[in-house]
Every structure is written in C-alpha cells, then in structure tokens.
C-alpha cells in the first residue's frame, strides 16, 4: 500500500496542481489526518509521470519561471481507486511510537517517564481542542472530511485515557523501575 501515491493522485482528482500547491495541500489539510512527508513531492511525482500515472505540462506566466502542473491520466484514476479500496479494506493493526518505549519500561526513569507522559498528554489536548474547534465549522471540512475529524478525536480519547492509566501505575508502582544507562 503506497499512501503517498494515494494522497497525491487524490489531490490531483481535484483537478490539475503545481508541486507546490500539492506539497502545501499534504501539509495543511492531510498532515492533521496522516503522517505524511511532503518533502520530496518531486520525486514520486517523477516517478508516478515515468509509470503513466499523471501527466506534466510546461505552464510560463509572463517574466515568471516555467512551472510544472499535473494532472491525473485515465491509468492514475484506475491507480487512486485501487489504492483507495485497498486501503479501506486494510487489516494492518496501526502502531503507535509509544508502544515500543513502554515495552522497555522498567529500564527508563519513573519521574522522567511520567514528565513525558504529561507533556504528550498536554500536545494531544491541543490536538483535540482545535479537532472541536474544527468540528463545529462546517465551512472549513467538507462532511466526509468531518467525520475524519470525528475518527481523530475519537482516537484521541482512548489515547488520552490510556496515558492517564499508564501514569497512574506508574506512580503506584512500588519496585523502582531498572535503570541500566
């Protein structure tokens, strides 16, 4: 499953798109939903163009310099909704950085464990109060694009949730965890 390849042919359903307006449509509207780099846009659009995927065209406004637009072939389209579908059939569990931290817990420092606990608690509650604040703005997202939101903020409960218990054992926790480094 290449989600890369799916986001960039999904924005260009669209319609056609710089690299620019592609890399800056990942980072603003995708990046609250996905962790995508759109640091090397260019690249995977070389590559999609190469496959027959999308299709380049040279546009020069006045003085300005030649800018590149894609837009998406019959053969990207067939692509998008493959990789579509293959996504939402998915059975791939999703994995989550703090989960291979807590594996090695006894080897860390309660206090510095517990300290940031706290401050991932704190990052996720500004996550969830601008998903609220979101929510609430009908303009902004479309309705398929809110119910995104509703998934995320959902998500984000259980997460919040689950760090309150993990720091409540952890203060309860009466052997010192191991500290070997």
Not at 39 to 62: F, H, T
Not at 88 to 98: H, V
């Amino acid at each position: 499953m290449d989600i890369q390849r799916l986001t960039i042919l999904g924005i260009l359903k669209e319609g056609p798109k710089h690299g620019y307006e592609i890399k800056k449509i990942v980072k603003k509207d995708l990046g609250v939903f996905a962790s995508l780099e759109s640091k090397s846009i260019y690249y995977p659009l070389k590559i999609m163009e190469k496959g027959g995927l999308i299709k380049k065209a040279i546009a020069r406004e006045k003085r300005r310099p030649q800018k590149y637009t894609y837009t998406l072939t019959a053969r990207g389209n067939k692509e998008f909704l493959k990789l579509a579908m293959e996504a939402l059939s998915s059975q791939k569990r999703p994995f989550i950085d703090i989960d291979i931290p807590l594996y090695f817990l006894p080897y860390l420092n309660k206090k510095g464990v517990v300290a940031r606990l706290r401050l991932r608690k704190r990052f996720l509650e500004k996550v969830k109060n601008w998903l609220n604040i979101n929510l609430k703005t009908k303009e902004k997202f479309s309705s398929h694009q809110r119910l995104l939101l509703k998934h995320h903020l959902n998500l984000l409960k259980a997460e919040d949730d689950f760090l309150d218990d993990i720091i409540n054992i952890i203060k309860e926790y009466k052997k010192p965890l191991k500290n070997k480094g």
